[in-house]
């Protein structure tokens, strides 16, 4: 009788996982899991479908969408095109949220302070060192700034809040975008790495004189300083939901594989970026019934309008009008065998 | 009951061999799959591999020389720091008390910071560690970063200082007692004993204990991914932040996208399991050398 309840229990582990048909498993990002998963049980419960959303990082979901073990994936970053030609058959980008990435420090008294693009790319790329450098005196002329050396943290671990940043400063300076450039990992020309956005903040609360890049929301629950910073337009700029959304009021490109740092938008905060979901253009590559198919399509449709308002309160930013509009023509134009899923 | 005995006899040495021929198999996969997986950076690079300098995802460009050099710096420092205390609490508990409340104690004690997770280590030498360093820096006039080299090493010496000690414990419990005996007979102090008699005679053991937490301290990931600084740069000093290949490893494998990325992530993998092959190996060596008295 034992070993009969043993064989059961042991076949239930490992078969349970394909009991429920109804259900759309997706792997990725980490930064917009705590929005995913809130979306996804809200559509679970509208709908009874239930999605499984693993949160194991961009990388791990784009490997695991290409090798079809899921059913959609997340990233952060956009896929290069040559990351997109290893994949069989057509991927899409749909945004689902926006991010940005504030600049964070430890001074005493935790003074507001405002940061150019050129004061920025000069301190992370360990060219000023010292919190009363000229260069940061002029634009802060009210705050009286110490003597102290700077100590540059960033993240060690490959992320997309890495990737945003460096995105920016490839843009925004030359000798940037040749020393380093853009990546999720890079190889720092100063300062100290630590682990997620909590490893950063720890290490910014510690070191006096210290300065990094933590997500918005993050420096948000923990109440951290955030520097204002000057967009394209001149104009200092506080991080917050409302410009990050601003940000990507922009025109944006059909496939929305769009980077919105240094945005045009003259109220935008100029460091945030969209995060994805990713599916194949004709979903039959990876999913087996039209019925799947549709279920996903319906996920896809409900995140992106209904879903969309569990991103405020979570401190994500909510697609801007145009984003929307563009979001909804990518979903419109998936198919499954060839044939449009929505007509 | 002949007939059975043989039966229940052929069965354990059946299993006997099939765990061992198992085991030896999931060694082999192992390596097999990083000596795949690593093929592309490895026909990429080739030696550069191990002697280039630089790391950068960015521009694909992978050289793990400034990882090589921070393992190895953090594992032999913390072993010469944990050494002394090893030593000295595997003798404490091995010779002066062996039995009785304190060494009852002091062994608990020592076992349970064996079994604590190395992500609890991390945090507690995030906070308690570091910022002692971030003092002695400021005193000293460096940028008072507090993770590093240094701080690793300390935190990692303290992390295997219970793997060596219990060995060195053990070992030295097997000392016979008429040659402890015969040493007091001679008019030796407790100090002359240990140092003549103790300590040649457990030799062997005591670097096996010691090899044991070299290799713990080789490998040692998420505790000095948190202190060490995570640098890709070449240390200059103790104090200036470094990394470690595992801790590179980790860092980077779930958000590496690029096949090359990814490759060359994993031939660090290959060389952590070469390496601490090699190190085995030698450790097996010196132990046959001073086995003292066969």
Known sequence: ??????????????????????????????????????????????????????????????????????????????????????????????????????????????????????????????????????????????????????????????????????????????????????????????????????????????????????????????????????????????????????????????????????????????????????????????????????????????????????????HYAPLSPSAKLKAEKLIRSLTFKGVKILK | MKPERSFSDTLFKILLWGGAIFFLAIVMISFFFLFKGSLLSLKKFGIHFITGTIWDPATDKFGMLPFLIGTLVTSVLSLLISIPFSLSLGIFSGVFYTNGKISEIINTLSDLIAGIPSVIFGFWGLLFIVPLIQKMEIKFGLIPYGTGILTASILLSIMIIPYSSSMIREVVRLVPVELIEAGYSTGATRYEVIKKIVIPYARSGIIAGIMLAFGRAFGETMAVTMVIGNSNQIPTSIFSPGNTMASVIANEFTEATKDIHLSALIQIGLWLFIFTFIFNLIGQLIIEKTSAWK
């Open chain 1, 1 to 314: 009788m034992k070993k009969i309840s043993l064989i059961l229990t042991l076949l239930l582990i490992f078969t349970g996982y394909n009991l429920n048909a109804g259900e759309l498993t997706g792997a990725g990002a980490t930064f917009p899991y705590p929005f995913y998963s809130k979306v996804f049980y809200e559509f679970y419960r509208q709908t009874g479908i239930r999605v499984n959303y693993q949160a194991i990082g961009s990388g791990g979901g784009i490997r695991q969408l290409r090798a079809k073990t899921v059913d959609f994936g997340a990233s952060d970053a956009f896929l290069s095109n040559e990351e997109l030609k290893k994949f069989e058959s057509p991927v899409v980008h749909i945004p689902t949220c926006a991010g940005a990435v504030v600049l964070t420090y430890n001074l005493p008294g935790n003074p507001q302070i405002k940061l150019t693009p050129e004061v920025i790319a000069g301190i992370f790329l360990g060219k000023i060192t010292k919190w009363n450098d000229t260069r940061i005196k002029k634009i802060n002329p009210d705050v009286n700034l110490p003597p102290m050396k700077i100590v540059v943290v960033h993240r060690s671990d490959g992320s997309g809040t890495t990737f945003i940043f460096s995105d920016y400063l490839t843009k925004i300076s030359k000798e940037w975008a040749k020393k380093v450039g853009r990546g999720k990992s890079l190889n720092w020309p100063t300062g100290i790495g630590a682990k997620g956005n909590p490893g950063v903040a720890g290490l910014i609360r510690q070191i006096p004189g210290s300065i990094g890049y933590v997500e918005l929301i993050y420096a948000i629950q923990n109440h951290m300083p955030a520097a204002l910073i000057q967009n394209k337009h001149g104009n200092f700029i506080k991080p917050s939901i409302k410009s990050v959304t601003m940000a990507s009021n922009v025109p944006l490109p059909d496939d929305m594989r769009v980077s919105l740092t240094n945005t045009d938008a003259p109220d935008g905060y100029p460091i945030s970026g969209f995060t994805w979901l990713l599916v194949y253009r004709d979903l039959s590559t990876n999913i087996k019934t039209k019925e799947k198919a549709q279920s996903l399509v319906k996920l896809l449709w409900f995140t992106i309008h209904e879903g969309q308002k569990y991103a405020t309160p979570l």
